[in-house]
């Protein structure tokens, strides 16, 4: 699932992820505009049920790097997945 208006606080809600069965989210957003993922949204996700998750980040920004903390991992169970360049400077992200 990619999170929605680039996992904004607003619009990743616990109503929201009760309504979906996912484990693989998706963010999108290099965090030049509005300092997204907000912790927030992403701390929503990775404790919304005690499942393993995956985020997976188009971008290693400040914002996203955070959450790529081992203690973090362990304790809410999920993983991080960054975006990483091809030769052509292209984004690309392993699933």
Known sequence: ???????????VTKGLLKAV???RFA???????????HPEAIARVVSANRDR???YFNYRNEEAVMWDDPR????FSYDCH??????????K???
């Open 82 to 91: 960054f975006a990483r360049e091809d030769a052509m400077g292209r984004l």
């Open 27 to 37: 963010i999108s957003t290099d965090g030049s505009r509005h300092e997204h993922p």
């Open 53 to 55: 998750k995956e985020l």
């Open 93 to 95: 992200i392993s699933i």
């Open 1 to 11: 699932m990619k999170l929605p208006h680039h996992a904004s606080r607003g619009n």
């Open 72 to 75: 973090l991992r362990t304790v």
């Open 21 to 23: 069965t996912c484990k």
